[in-house]
């Protein structure tokens, strides 16, 4: 079967970006960049240029900006991180891990950035390393939001079904309404072969509008379906 995973990519401070929203971080540009000529030795200033540029997408302009900041103040933790999410957009995943931990010896109170490592790590497969993470920003923020999602999927990357079901059900106590607790709820257990209870999460999943890879589970309930019929079996229901 097709990996199905969803991976919670929920990368703070950065924008799908309609053209008003663009517009708005074009005149913000303008903004701070008329604040770093009138305070150039301020850190801050260029933190938050760097943070319009960021939002607009110019990954090479925030990163200089991000790195004026903290020449100017090594110690300016949220520039830190940034960078870390800077590298992780360009698809440099060791140099985004080292500036998510760099943030985290600065500040080990930010939630952020344990979760952003975790995706991180999950990212090179290092499932280990990535429940760590999360564990880790679990504990500085419980029920961060996404956070038991994405532990579920690093356990099911260690084969260990069970314990990702553990995750994914905690995430719903925390937030009943968050569809891909459902849908991961439903993937693990078609994977596993529970099809009612498969189809019964799956379905769940579905009466939340805009869930991510809807057609696939339809297809997955279809062909759960098709199977019963061939076998002139009892029809799956996916009631529990």
């Not at 990163?63 to 900041?69: D, I, Q, T, V």
């Not at 903290?70 to 080292?98: A, F």
């Not at 529970?194 to 019964?200: G, S, V």
Request: include cysteine.
């Amino acid at each position: 079967m097709a990996d199905w995973s969803i991976l919670f990519i929920v990368i703070l401070l950065l924008s799908m970006g309609t053209y008003e929203r663009n517009f708005q971080w074009k005149s913000e540009v303008d903004l701070w960049k008329d604040c770093v000529g009138k305070s150039p030795q301020k850190e801050r200033p260029h933190h938050n240029l760097g943070f319009a540029y960021h939002e607009l997408g110019r990954w090479d302009d925030a990163r200089e900006e991000y790195e004026e900041a903290l020449r100017l103040n090594p110690y300016y933790s949220l520039s830190m991180y940034n960078l870390g999410l800077v590298y992780y957009q360009k698809g440099l995943l060791d140099e985004s891990i080292r500036y998510y931990k760099k943030a985290i010896e600065l500040n080990s109170n930010f939630p952020d950035s344990f979760y952003n490592l975790g995706i991180a790590y999950y990212q090179k497969r290092l499932y280990k390393h990535a429940i760590e993470a999360y564990e880790e920003c679990l504990e500085a923020k419980p029920g961060y939001e996404n956070a038991n999602i994405n532990l579920g999927l690093a356990y099911k990357g260690l084969g260990q079904r069970a314990k990702a079901i553990q995750c994914f059900e905690e995430e719903l106590k925390h937030h009943p309404d968050n569809s891909y607790g459902y849908a991961e709820l439903g993937l693990v257990y078609y994977e596993s072969g529970d099809y009612p209870k498969a189809l019964f999460y799956f379905r769940k999943a579905l009466t939340y509008p805009g869930v991510s890879d809807a057609e696939r589970f339809r297809k997955a309930i279809a062909s759960v379906a098709a199977a019963q019929k061939r076998k002139g079996g009892k029809r799956i229901d996916g009631e529990n």
